[in-house]
């Protein structure tokens, strides 16, 4: 059943269920994003994990659903600077930002600690934005380091990516600190071993919320059964030692560190 169920959970991780196009239109790119045809059966399995794992999460499986939380959530991030509308049946347009994602710079090697220090403004100017639909603060639902792109010559990372919702009736500080997870997750797994405490505790501070912070450190302990299949897709299959290591590791840092700004 474990090895079904992690199985499933590394299918998820990686199989879209929106094919992603770029697109010219009178000279300005747009990204294109469509539900695929072979979406619902993908979502209701990753709904069903996510519950069994304990995710937070849901994915929008309702079409209009969807495209209605993707455009809302960029018009109120980016709608300054930045078109989003919906196209035709499946489709949600947006206007090209400048950047790359982090995911990118990790995998040329090129993470830098003022990309995460990007990335946690972000986060942080985000979580500050009323939200409807919690009936509080926004959260985003998976902020990993693909669903930031970083514009190097402003120092800027701007989210991406809202398909993904936290379920309702979550206290936002809880929701908060499920983000600033799903990015540590990122860079404990993927981030090479000198480099990914540094980038962390980096991230952390440049948050500044002491209480969301405090309650990120409550969660960076392993943890067991069905949880930890979604931790190790989400650690990139670090292995159980390891991981315990560097949570260890990292627990540390924030405790002997001096207390950041609420």
Not at 11 to 22: F, G, P, Q, Y
Not at 29 to 48: D, E, F, G
Not at 139 to 150: A, E, K, W
Request: net charge positive; hydrophobic share 45%.
């Amino acid at each position: 059943m474990s090895q079904l169920l992690a199985t499933a959970g590394s299918w998820i991780d990686r199989i879209k269920i929106n094919a992603l196009t770029r697109e010219v239109r009178d000279g300005q790119p747009l990204w294109v994003k469509r539900r695929t045809l072979s979406a619902r059966a993908i979502i209701h399995a990753a709904n069903s994990f996510f519950w069994l794992a304990g995710n937070p999460v849901v994915v929008l499986g309702q079409l209009e659903e969807w495209r209605r939380w993707e455009i809302d959530c960029f018009q109120r991030l980016h709608g300054e600077h930045f078109r989003v509308f919906a196209e035709g049946a499946h489709a949600v347009c947006a206007e090209e930002m400048p950047g790359v994602s982090l995911s990118r710079h990790l995998d040329a090697g090129a993470l830098t600690q003022a990309m995460v220090r990007a990335a946690a403004h972000e986060l942080r100017r985000a979580h500050a934005c009323e939200c409807a639909a919690f009936g509080g603060f926004w959260s985003h639902g998976d902020p990993h380091l693909g669903n930031f792109i970083y514009d190097a010559p402003h120092d800027r990372a701007r989210l991406i990516d809202f398909e993904v919702r936290h379920r309702r009736g979550i206290d936002a500080r809880e929701r908060h600190a499920d983000d600033l997870l799903v990015f540590l997750q990122d860079l404990v797994g993927r981030v090479r071993s000198e480099d990914w405490l540094p980038l962390s505790s980096a991230f952390l501070a440049a948050y500044g919320d002491s209480k969301t912070v405090a309650a990120v450190a409550r969660r960076l302990v392993r943890p067991r059964g069905i949880a930890w299949l979604w931790w190790a897709v989400r650690t990139t299959y670090l292995t159980p030692r390891d991981l315990a290591e560097r949570l260890g590791s990292l627990r540390t840092a924030l405790a002997t560190t001096a207390p950041l700004a609420s």
